[in-house]
């Protein structure tokens, strides 16, 4: 066998196998396949630059022959780095939590345009219900020059955990000014209000109706516990959150939800019914109906 540089060893692995992968990961381009190996190495301590230059032996404990082997097998590029880019940062993830979706980067806007709008001189106490890796509550303390008092929530302990490890590590762009507290909590069971601003991305896919447009990738790899309620329980789920972001919202506040696309008009009128006077569904940039604005 002729000793191949990574490079070349590369091109040829995204040939042979490019029909697999793009079932599993729709898009991946070389270039991307590249980035992420250039990540993975990064974050091993190896010169990136060089490295695709370097001859590249396949031998079955090589870091990068793992990575092939695991991209074989249809595990998420985020999984296998350990890592996923959310506006404008990058978040360690684990099988444990939800890859963060570039359309809840919009959620992340929108509670910013909030922010500046109405807490420019003031505290502004903020829940990120359904945390995950902490990628909404996270890219606020990073963005946000107003006072925020920061409650991350989770109903999972592994969770929480590692949104407080990233908190961890990105304290260094953190404003001493805010306060963050992280607590595990059923949605809003064990949260105290009032609270300016209310968010979350919640599980919003019902678990057999829904089931059949989720790609094999995500129902294989993500954990269900962040994706999925039962059908039969989802509308008194959500009644009971809404119910209790009606309860904790300050009078003036705002609660941002993401939500399924599907459902997002029923859970309007559900949250009209429970007495909340503006109800808006917002759509994301694929105009889906992606978002509740909930207002008393
Ligand atoms: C769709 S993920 C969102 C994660 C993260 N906020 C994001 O946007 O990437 C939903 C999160 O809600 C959490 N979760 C599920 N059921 C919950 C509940 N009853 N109460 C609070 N959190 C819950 C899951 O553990 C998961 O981290």
Redesign the pocket.
């Known amino acids: 066998m002729s000793i191949q540089s990574l490079d070349s060893y590369l091109k040829d692995f995204y040939q042979t196998e490019k029909k697999s992968l793009l079932s599993n990961y729709p898009g991946l381009t070389l270039h991307r396949l590249k980035q992420d190996i250039k990540l993975q190495a990064f974050l091993n301590g190896v010169d990136s630059e060089e490295l695709f230059d370097f001859p590249y032996l396949p031998y079955r404990s090589h870091p990068i022959t793992i990575f092939f082997e695991k991209l074989k097998l249809g595990t998420p590029l985020e999984y296998i780095t350990g890592y996923a880019y959310?506006y404008r940062s990058l978040f360690k993830v684990t099988s444990d939590?939800?890859?963060?979706?570039s359309e809840?980067e919009i959620l992340v806007e929108l509670a910013g345009q909030e922010i500046q709008k109405n807490y420019r001189n003031k505290k502004c106490r903020v829940a990120?219900?359904?945390?995950?890796?902490g990628?909404?509550a996270l890219s606020l303390l990073m963005e946000q020059a107003a006072q925020l008092d920061m409650v991350i929530?989770?109903?999972?302990e592994e969770?929480l955990k590692l949104a407080r490890e990233n908190y961890f590590n990105l304290k260094y762009a953190i404003s001493d000014i805010h306060k963050t507290s992280f607590i595990k909590?059923?949605?809003m069971r064990d949260v105290e209000g009032p609270f300016d601003l209310i968010l979350?991305?919640?599980?919003?896919i019902k678990r057999s109706a829904d089931k059949k447009d989720v790609h094999n990738q995500v129902l294989d790899f993500e954990?269900h516990?962040?994706?999925f309620l039962d059908d039969d329980s989802y509308d008194a789920?959500f009644d009971e959150f809404f119910t209790s972001i009606y309860e904790k919202l300050s009078p003036q506040g705002l609660s941002l939800v993401?939500g399924h696309e599907h459902h997002l008009e029923s859970l309007a009128a559900r949250a009209k019914a429970l007495g909340f006077k503006e109800v808006v569904v917002i759509k994301d940039y694929t105009n889906r109906n992606r978002f509740l604005k909930l207002k008393k």
């Not at 990120?128 to 890796?133: C, L, P, Y």
């Not at 929530?153 to 999972?156: E, N, P, Q, R, Y």
């Not at 979350?200 to 919003?204: A, G, L």
């Open positions: 959310f939590v939800l890859i963060p979706r809840t990120d219900i359904g945390t995950g890796s990628v909404i929530t989770d109903i999972s969770a909590s059923d949605r979350s991305n919640p599980p919003y954990p516990l962040a994706l789920w993401e």
